[in-house]
């Protein structure tokens, strides 16, 4: 399987609401429940209604479109990196995952993934 490096740092993020959100960013993952809503975006386009904020996260996606029947592919990555004691924070899209890693983890991550058969693109 083929991951693909992402250059940008990330923050995840509480916000107030999304009125101040960059939606035409190049990387914005929102989630809205009963309880929070939440951000996940480039360091540099956290909107300035923050209520909490977590810096410092690298990331990294599973490269092409994955079939809704493929089962377990994240799990077996996520798997891999915890047997490590590597912590992610994982994002599903239509059409791939995204899994971020810790700054400090994010070498390591990448190493096991390779060392696992993955192949590592920039």
């Given amino acids: 399987m083929e991951i693909k490096k992402i250059n940008h740092d990330f923050s995840v993020c509480k ?9 035409d960013a190049e990387y914005c993952f929102t989630g809205s429940t009963d309880e929070e809503k939440s951000l996940v975006c480039m360091t540099g386009d956290v909107p300035s209604n923050v209520i909490e904020r977590d ?6 996606r599973i490269q092409g479109v994955l079939d809704f029947s493929l089962i377990g592919i994240l799990s077996k990555i996520s798997g891999l990196l915890a047997k490590n004691g590597i912590g992610i924070f994982a994002i599903s899209t239509y059409n791939t995952d995204y899994i971020l890693t810790k700054k400090e983890s994010y070498r390591k991550a990448l190493e096991v993934l390779k060392g696992a058969g993955h192949e590592i693109v920039e």
Avoid: H
């Fill in 15 to 23: 916000v107030v609401d999304y009125s101040l959100v960059n939606f």
């Fill in 55 to 60: 810096d410092g996260w690298k990331a990294f």
